[in-house]
């Protein structure tokens, strides 16, 4: 494999060379600064590429075409999760497409890569009357899971929102990228009917549903199509607008399956009232109207910073979504104002509030085992946080309302911070030198980065790395690259037409309450 990437590089580099400076001025970034060199930048991120790309041909079964979850930092195929899931499958879908066209492989072998995946993925089970895919899947057989691979846990099988999400938004982009498997990509796009999620007494989405009895006592027996079956849907709704389920909102919208007031019945914060005063802060905002929709239009304040606050805080809920839809600039007043101050509040917080030296912090493995969310807690609305260490340091703001007040409780210090690489690369639109420079940072400094490239996570202060590849990050590394690196084609794949129609001027309405203050 090292000997098939080595002869790829000379090609890829070849390729970069030939996008120079097109590709430079056409990304919206912080830019390179005074005393960077374009060119090296360009370089170390085609290296990046490069080696992110060798996690997915290692990840992935050359059968079935369908990528584990994810594998050890060595790249043994025999430590392949075993499991796989609808975003994972796309998160292979478009890096092969952005690996293709940064030059790491051959139109051809991306053609056989991508006609195999879709192949099998025109064969798993699914549920007939949404056309939407389960949770879990073994990537070696393609077969529905009912048991957990690692421990023979019960599975029941789960069709979440998100997860169909980000692979229709794959399929969207193999249809495009693609000519010779339009057809086939769009045949299984074309089943899937966002609609099915949502729910319109309170005109938001279900985070997903169970097609046979679950375990879960909270779960809703009801069918919103009124077509097949009744299934229990989960009892929560995906309320927040600033979290990564907003792709699902985005494509439902665009393709007629959901109607666009949708986009302002998700809260930006919850009132502020002391029926909400369990989350996070109590939020500064009023109240506007758009499309006959009542919205708060609420915002956190962090430092000397305003902005609409994600779920957890973490860079992945907040950015993810981004690298497909250009929210900055079909919205300019509410994303082209959020997404930058985003980047900041986690830059801050690591190089001045924690003091970890280093910054970017999102869910990812634990370097201590297993997986867990990490975020900048103070600009999520979740109460007990995503924290940004290993000993989940948190903050509480307080509320400062007398019917229902809560003393604040700041932190007399952080622990271990666990930062995780792919949240840079998903900072590089705004602010590339930064976030190279982390990175940088990160490989110098730490074992952090091996024949995959960048190892999932690092716990700064104790130097404890989780060396495995997940699929979904390296997506998003992926992704990010194929757009910093070809002016935004990953997302111009995914923007023409519809998407473009009926999202662009939906977010070109609304102003957040975001900004710097003093």
């Given at each position: 494999?090292?000997d098939?990437?080595?002869?790829?590089?000379?090609?890829?580099?070849?390729?970069v060379?030939?996008?120079?400076?097109?590709?430079?001025?056409?990304?919206?970034?912080?830019?390179?600064?005074p005393?960077?060199?374009?060119?090296?930048?360009?370089?170390?991120?085609?290296?990046?590429?490069?080696?992110?790309?060798a996690?997915?041909?290692?990840?992935v079964?050359?059968?079935?075409g369908?990528p584990a979850?994810?594998?050890?930092?060595?790249?043994d195929?025999?430590?392949r999760s075993?499991y796989?899931s609808?975003?994972?499958?796309?998160?292979?879908?478009?890096?092969?497409?952005?690996?293709?066209?940064?030059?790491?492989?051959?139109?051809?072998?991306?053609?056989?890569r991508?006609?195999?995946?879709?192949?099998?993925?025109?064969?798993?089970?699914?549920h007939?009357?949404?056309?939407m895919?389960?949770?879990?899947?073994?990537?070696?057989?393609g077969?529905?899971?009912?048991?957990?691979?690692?421990?023979?846990?019960?599975?029941?099988?789960?069709?979440?929102?998100?997860?169909?999400?980000?692979?229709?938004?794959?399929?969207?982009?193999?249809?495009?990228?693609?000519?010779?498997?339009?057809?086939?990509?769009?045949?299984?796009?074309?089943?899937?009917?966002?609609?099915f999620?949502?729910?319109?007494?309170?005109?938001?989405?279900?985070?997903?549903?169970?097609?046979?009895?679950p375990?879960?006592?909270?779960?809703v027996?009801?069918?919103?199509?009124?077509?097949?079956?009744?299934?229990?849907?989960t009892?929560?709704?995906?309320?927040?607008?600033?979290?990564?389920?907003r792709?699902a909102?985005?494509?439902?919208i665009a393709?007629?399956?959901i109607?666009?007031?949708?986009?302002f019945?998700?809260?930006?914060?919850?009132?502020?009232?002391?029926?909400?005063?369990?989350?996070e802060?109590?939020?500064?905002?009023?109240?506007?109207?758009h499309?006959?929709?009542?919205?708060?239009?609420?915002?956190?304040?962090?430092?000397?910073?305003?902005?609409?606050?994600?779920?957890g805080?973490?860079?992945?809920?907040?950015?993810?979504v981004?690298?497909?839809?250009?929210?900055?600039?079909?919205?300019?007043?509410?994303w082209?104002?959020?997404?930058?101050?985003?980047?900041?509040?986690?830059?801050e917080h690591?190089?001045?509030?924690?003091?970890?030296?280093?910054?970017g912090?999102?869910?990812?493995s634990?370097?201590?085992?297993?997986?867990?969310?990490?975020?900048v807690?103070?600009?999520?609305?979740?109460?007990?946080?995503?924290?940004?260490?290993?000993?989940?340091?948190?903050?509480?703001?307080?509320?400062?309302?007398?019917?229902?007040?809560?003393e604040?409780?700041?932190p007399?210090?952080?622990?271990?911070?666990?930062?995780?690489?792919?949240?840079?690369f998903?900072?590089?639109?705004?602010?590339?030198?930064e976030?190279l420079?982390?990175?940088?940072?990160l490989?110098?400094d730490?074992?952090?980065?091996?024949?995959?490239?960048?190892?999932?996570?690092?716990?700064?202060?104790?130097?404890t790395?989780?060396?495995?590849?997940?699929?979904?990050?390296?997506?998003?590394i992926?992704a990010?690259?194929?757009?910093?690196?070809r002016?935004?084609?990953v997302?111009?794949?995914?923007?023409?037409?519809?998407?473009?129609r009926?999202?662009?001027?939906l977010?070109?309405?609304?102003?957040?309450n975001a900004g710097?203050?003093?």
């Open positions: 494999m090292r098939r990437t080595r002869s790829r590089r000379a090609l890829a580099t070849a390729a060379a030939v996008a120079g400076l097109v590709a430079t001025a056409g990304v919206a970034s912080a830019g390179p600064g005393d960077r060199n374009p060119g090296r930048d360009r370089d170390t991120m085609m290296t990046y590429a490069q080696d992110t790309w996690s997915f041909e290692a990840m079964d050359p059968g079935t369908l979850d994810n594998i050890e930092g060595d790249l195929p025999d430590s075993g796989t609808p975003t994972n499958i796309g998160a292979y879908l478009w890096s092969t497409v952005a690996a293709r066209d940064l030059g790491i492989i051959t139109r051809r072998e991306a053609h056989e991508m006609g195999r995946t879709l192949a099998t993925v025109a064969t798993l089970e699914r007939e009357h949404s056309g895919f389960y949770n879990w899947y073994d990537e070696a057989t077969e529905k899971l009912y048991t957990w691979p690692t421990d023979g846990a019960r599975v029941y099988p789960f069709l979440s929102s998100v997860d169909n999400g980000w692979l229709a938004t794959a399929l969207l982009i193999v249809e495009r990228a693609e000519p010779r498997l339009r057809g086939q990509a769009a045949e299984i796009r074309s089943t899937m009917d966002f609609g999620y949502y729910d319109p007494a309170v005109r938001q989405l279900r985070g997903g549903f169970w097609d046979e009895p375990a879960d006592p909270a779960a027996l009801d069918n919103y199509r009124d077509r097949g079956p009744d299934v229990w849907f009892g929560h709704h995906y309320g927040t607008l600033n979290t990564e389920p792709i909102s985005y494509l439902g393709w007629g399956q109607p666009p007031e949708h986009y019945s998700m809260f930006r914060t919850f009132p502020d009232t002391c029926d909400w005063s369990w989350p802060q109590r939020p500064v905002g009023e109240w506007e109207e499309l006959g929709v009542e919205v708060f239009q609420g915002a956190y304040r962090y430092r000397d910073m305003q902005l609409v606050p994600t779920w805080g973490s860079m992945f809920e907040a950015l993810m981004d690298l497909f839809i250009p929210e900055a600039d079909w919205g300019p007043q509410s082209g104002v959020n997404h930058p101050l985003t980047v900041q509040a986690h830059i690591g190089l001045e509030e924690a003091g970890y030296g280093y910054w912090f999102s869910p990812s634990n370097p201590a085992g297993g997986y867990r969310e990490y975020g807690d103070p600009i999520g609305m979740e109460p007990n946080g995503y924290s940004s260490d290993q000993e989940r340091t948190t903050v509480d703001p307080g509320w400062d309302d007398p019917a229902c007040f809560r604040p409780a700041e007399a210090e952080y622990g271990d911070g666990v930062v995780t690489p792919h949240a840079s998903l900072a590089l639109p705004y602010a590339r030198r976030a420079d982390n990175l940088a940072n490989r110098r730490f074992d952090a980065y091996g024949p995959g490239g960048f190892y999932d996570a690092v716990a700064v202060r104790s130097g790395v989780a060396q495995r590849y997940l699929s979904l990050d390296q997506g998003m992926m990010a690259l194929g757009n910093e690196l002016n935004d084609r997302k111009r794949y995914v923007v023409r037409g519809d998407v473009e009926e999202i662009r001027p977010l070109g309405i609304e102003e957040f710097r203050v003093d």
